[in-house]
């Protein structure tokens, strides 16, 4: 029953302190501040316990009679009765004869609190406005004015508030303060009515396998209110081919009360194991039935640990998610949900996340920009399927190979992969099969790297390697991929990097015409475009970086009339312009040297080049190669330095493959017709005699 109570109780509460007096300090002018110290779940319709919200305030800032109001949601009630104000305990005082709202000021730190020193009164105002609304107001401030704390507190505990039958959700608290005092306005939450469902989780999904009696994860019951599970049950349904493991689970509580009646009256005791029951019986041991034969106080939360899934048929179990229906006569949330994944032993090799972008002809052995393939992950279906001894090979398809840690091959460890790593954060249990991060490069095509698995994995491994440093061909394809294999059962092929070629070529105009021996045609501004900020590489005082067109065989160009950089901020060195034979290749190149790279793509123009062409030039396209060391770091090539003089300057990783990328600059179109030739056919004796098959008479 509701009881009736009157309005508008004028209360006041004394409370007797020790306290040391000391002047006032001065303070800078702030607001109270409000905060909840805990949040209930409840069930609505009944008398429960909210939370408790504390109010901080400066002492500086009281004055004379200032006030706040509490109020509740429509038809939640205080339960205010009678007008006695007692000392409860310790720092609690309850307001009217019943716990339902009480006061409570710590002794510690806290200028409303008791503290060494004299004996001072300190008074409080409580009036019940509604049954939802409180007003609390602070008489006597002046009291207060000489403590040697600056901060004052008290809380208000909502210890039996009665719930709205008809509410759902969160329960808030309107503050509003006095207008122009230290007390202001504000909305808090202090509890929450749910609809009474059972939520339940699992930590994670564990991986089970034919012929092990396999423990899953914590599964997790937690009432959205008090009394949402009471005397009802949840059954977890299996699919075909499995079983609960009979007696495998314990039951835990977390958090969780009971109502007891003891001499007529009730009072909380903590949940027990023996409150709740779990029977695997249920369809030939498919179904779970967890039942609560309590109803509590407090919304329950528990674990049900230990818990165990085997694999009863195999010709039924299905690989894949383990999902479990949920079924019973509590209302419970969600409706199903993977309690494991049932897998045999195998592992397998995939992409993580996107493929990175490389560089046609970049080394990782030189730069690591634009040189590391993206994320793959080695990834067991149940564990022990890595056994030691056995291996996993990585081969790299698309023309690139993989860079050594080393170029020095006296130096030791110079076999393995560059910088490969596990990325540990997004990897589990990965230290008993990938112990080191050694994977050996086999061949000497270098395109196949090899590791030994260390242990035999007890838990389920998933390994994330990256960082690993590749070198790209200059004519590489558009893609690199890995397709891994080995002993070790691991397998996969998927994309690690896409190439992306470092400049683009192009002519500024329309391509002329060339005859065989002819000399001196102008071409058309020929245009080198970057495709990336720093796609073409810098001299960096130990290595000149030099950028070549390089003609066909038979092609004499002239040196450039400008070479400049028409966008961006690249740096070229304008006197090393020239235009020089390389006898390695029979070809004339004209070259540039780059002195610095650039923060913005940028385009190089070279103007004025006139060609001669001798009569071994084929006809069809002349097409310019775009060659160097600026543009490609692993061809093995000769390149030029100031002297005049050709060295080798860079790695070897694909001899005869330097160039990135070519265009057409003219055409060798048919020669001219040469002079025809006459046949003529004599005969001794005769005048008559034939010319290109015509028959002729000699006059004698």
Same mark, same amino acid.
């Given at each position: 029953?509701?009881?009736?109570?009157?309005?508008k109780?004028?209360?006041?509460?004394?409370?007797?302190?020790?306290?040391?007096?000391?002047a006032?300090?001065?303070?800078?002018?702030?607001?109270?501040?409000?905060?909840?110290?805990?949040?209930?779940?409840?069930?609505?319709?009944?008398?429960?316990?909210?939370?408790?919200?504390?109010?901080?305030?400066?002492?500086?800032?009281?004055?004379?009679?200032?006030?706040?109001?509490?109020?509740?949601? %429509?038809?939640?009630?205080?339960?205010l009765?009678?007008?006695d104000?007692?000392?409860?305990?310790?720092?609690?005082?309850?307001?009217?004869?019943?716990?339902?709202?009480t006061?409570? +000021?710590?002794?510690?730190?806290?200028?409303?609190?008791?503290?060494?020193?004299? *004996?001072?009164?300190?008074?409080?105002?409580?009036?019940?406005?509604?049954d939802n609304?409180?007003?609390?107001?602070?008489?006597?401030?002046?009291?207060?004015?000489?403590?040697k704390?600056?901060?004052?507190?008290?809380? +208000?505990?909502?210890?039996?508030?009665?719930?709205d039958?008809?509410?759902?959700?969160?329960?808030?608290?309107?503050?509003?303060?006095?207008?122009?005092?230290?007390?202001?306005?504000?909305?808090? =939450?202090?509890?929450?009515?749910?609809?009474?469902?059972?939520?339940?989780?699992?930590?994670?999904?564990?991986?089970?396998?034919?012929?092990?009696?396999?423990?899953?994860?914590n +599964?997790?019951?937690?009432?959205?209110?008090p009394?949402?599970?009471?005397d009802?049950?949840?059954?977890?349904?299996?699919?075909?081919?499995?079983?609960? /493991?009979?007696n495998?689970?314990?039951i835990?509580?977390?958090?969780?009360?009971?109502?007891?009646?003891?001499?007529n009256?009730?009072?909380?005791?903590?949940? %027990?194991?023996?409150?709740?029951?779990? @029977?695997y019986d249920?369809?030939?041991?498919r179904?779970?039935?967890?039942?609560?034969?309590?109803?509590?106080?407090?919304?329950?939360? =528990?674990? $049900?640990?230990?818990l165990?899934?085997?694999?009863?048929?195999?010709?039924?179990?299905?690989?894949?998610?383990?999902?479990?229906?949920?079924?019973?006569?509590?209302?419970?949330?969600?409706?199903?949900?993977?309690?494991?994944?049932?897998?045999?032993?195998?592992?397998?090799?995939?992409?993580?996340?996107?493929?990175t972008?490389?560089?046609?002809?970049?080394?990782?052995?030189?730069?690591?920009?634009?040189?590391?393939?993206?994320?793959?992950?080695?990834?067991?279906?149940?564990k022990?399927s890595?056994?030691?001894?056995r291996?996993?090979?990585?081969?790299?398809?698309?023309?690139?190979?993989? #860079?050594?840690?080393?170029?020095?091959?006296?130096?030791?460890?110079?076999?393995?992969?560059?910088? $490969?790593?596990?990325?540990?954060?997004?990897?589990?249990?990965?230290?008993?099969?990938f112990?080191t991060?050694?994977?050996? +490069?086999?061949?000497?095509a270098?395109d196949?790297?090899?590791?030994?698995?260390?242990?035999?994995?007890?838990?389920?491994?998933?390994?994330?390697?990256? %960082?690993?440093? $590749?070198? =790209?061909?200059?004519?590489?394809?558009?893609?690199?991929?890995l397709?891994?294999?080995?002993?070790?059962?691991?397998?996969?092929?998927?994309?690690?990097a896409?190439?992306?070629?470092?400049?683009?070529?192009s002519?500024?105009?329309?391509?002329?015409?060339v =005859?065989?021996?002819?000399?001196? #045609?102008e071409?058309?501004? $020929? *245009?080198?475009?970057?495709?990336?900020?720093?796609?073409?590489?810098?001299?960096?005082?130990?290595?000149?970086?030099?950028?070549?067109?390089?003609?066909p065989?038979?092609?004499?160009p002239?040196?450039?009339?400008?070479?400049? /950089?028409?966008?961006?901020?690249?740096q070229?060195?304008?006197?090393?312009?020239?235009?020089?034979?390389?006898?390695?290749?029979?070809?004339?190149?004209?070259?540039?040297?780059?002195?610095?790279?650039?923060?913005?793509?940028?385009?190089?123009?070279?103007?004025?080049?006139?060609?001669?062409?001798?009569?071994?030039?084929?006809?069809?396209?002349?097409?310019?190669?775009?060659?160097?060391?600026?543009?490609?770091q692993?061809?093995?090539?000769?390149?030029?330095?100031?002297?005049?003089? @050709?060295?080798?300057?860079?790695?070897?990783?694909?001899?005869?493959?330097?160039?990135?990328?070519?265009?057409?600059?003219?055409?060798?179109?048919?020669?001219?017709?040469?002079?025809?030739?006459?046949?003529?056919?004599?005969?001794?004796?005769?005048?008559?005699?034939?010319?290109?098959?015509?028959?002729?008479?000699?006059?004698?």
């Amino acid at each position: 029953m509701r009881r009736a109570r009157s309005k508008k109780l004028a209360i006041m509460i004394l409370f007797t302190f020790m306290a040391t007096l000391f002047a006032a300090v001065p303070m800078a002018s702030a607001s109270a501040s409000y905060s909840v110290t805990s949040v209930s779940q409840v069930s609505a319709g009944e008398w429960q316990e909210l939370g408790s919200v504390k109010v901080l305030f400066h002492m500086a800032e009281l004055k004379d009679s200032q006030y706040l109001t509490l109020r509740l949601p %429509s038809d939640f009630e205080f339960g205010l009765d009678g007008t006695d104000v007692a000392h409860d305990s310790g720092a609690n005082y309850k307001i009217g004869n019943n716990d339902n709202v009480t006061l409570r +000021i710590p002794a510690i730190k806290n200028a409303l609190s008791s503290v060494e020193g004299d *004996v001072y009164t300190q008074s409080f105002t409580v009036q019940e406005l509604a049954d939802n609304e409180l007003k609390i107001a602070i008489e006597n401030t002046k009291l207060y004015k000489d403590t040697k704390e600056k901060e004052g507190y008290f809380y +208000i505990d909502f210890n039996n508030v009665y719930v709205d039958s008809g509410f759902s959700g969160d329960i808030d608290l309107v503050i509003d303060g006095q207008q122009g005092t230290v007390f202001g306005s504000g909305k808090l =939450i202090i509890g929450t009515s749910g609809t009474g469902q059972v939520e339940i989780s699992i930590d994670s999904e564990k991986t089970i396998t034919t012929g092990d009696q396999t423990g899953i994860d914590n +599964i997790r019951l937690k009432e959205d209110r008090p009394g949402a599970f009471k005397d009802e049950y949840i059954k977890l349904k299996l699919p075909n081919g499995f079983k609960w /493991v009979k007696n495998s689970g314990d039951i835990e509580i977390v958090d969780g009360a009971k109502k007891v009646k003891v001499n007529n009256s009730y009072e909380e005791k903590a949940i %027990s194991r023996t409150d709740y029951e779990l @029977d695997y019986d249920g369809d030939d041991g498919r179904t779970l039935q967890i039942t609560s034969n309590v109803e509590s106080s407090k919304a329950a939360y =528990i674990f $049900i640990k230990n818990l165990k899934v085997e694999v009863d048929d195999e010709t039924v179990a299905k690989l894949g998610e383990v999902k479990v229906t949920v079924r019973g006569t509590a209302s419970s949330t969600p409706g199903e949900f993977i309690v494991a994944k049932y897998g045999e032993y195998g592992a397998k090799a995939y992409a993580v996340g996107d493929p990175t972008v490389v560089y046609a002809g970049r080394t990782g052995a030189v730069t690591d920009e634009y040189t590391e393939i993206g994320k793959f992950a080695i990834e067991e279906d149940v564990k022990a399927s890595l056994i030691k001894g056995r291996t996993v090979t990585l081969q790299l398809v698309g023309g690139a190979k993989w #860079v050594r840690e080393s170029q020095d091959s006296k130096q030791e460890g110079y076999k393995y992969v560059k910088d $490969i790593k596990i990325a540990s954060a997004d990897s589990k249990n990965y230290k008993e099969a990938f112990a080191t991060n050694n994977w050996n +490069i086999i061949g000497s095509a270098r395109d196949i790297a090899k590791y030994t698995i260390d242990n035999t994995t007890t838990s389920a491994c998933k390994a994330i390697f990256e %960082s690993a440093k $590749i070198s =790209i061909s200059a004519d590489a394809d558009e893609e690199i991929k890995l397709i891994v294999g080995g002993t070790a059962g691991v397998s996969g092929e998927f994309v690690v990097a896409e190439v992306k070629k470092p400049v683009e070529i192009s002519v500024d105009g329309t391509v002329p015409n060339v =005859i065989i021996g002819q000399q001196t #045609v102008e071409l058309p501004p $020929i *245009v080198v475009t970057e495709t990336g900020a720093e796609a073409i590489d810098a001299s960096d005082g130990t290595v000149e970086k030099w950028l070549y067109l390089e003609f066909p065989a038979g092609v004499l160009p002239t040196k450039p009339a400008k070479v400049e /950089v028409t966008e961006g901020d690249l740096q070229i060195d304008e006197d090393s312009v020239a235009a020089k034979y390389a006898s390695d290749n029979n070809a004339w190149q004209v070259r540039v040297k780059v002195k610095g790279t650039s923060a913005n793509p940028s385009t190089i123009v070279f103007e004025g080049i006139k060609v001669t062409t001798d009569r071994t030039v084929p006809e069809g396209d002349l097409k310019v190669k775009v060659k160097g060391n600026a543009v490609v770091q692993n061809a093995g090539d000769k390149v030029v330095i100031d002297d005049g003089t @050709d060295v080798v300057r860079e790695t070897s990783d694909f001899s005869g493959s330097g160039t990135v990328t070519s265009a057409t600059v003219a055409n060798c179109v048919t020669p001219a017709p040469t002079d025809k030739k006459a046949t003529a056919v004599f005969t001794i004796g005769e005048t008559a005699y034939t010319l290109n098959g015509a028959e002729m008479t000699m006059d004698v």
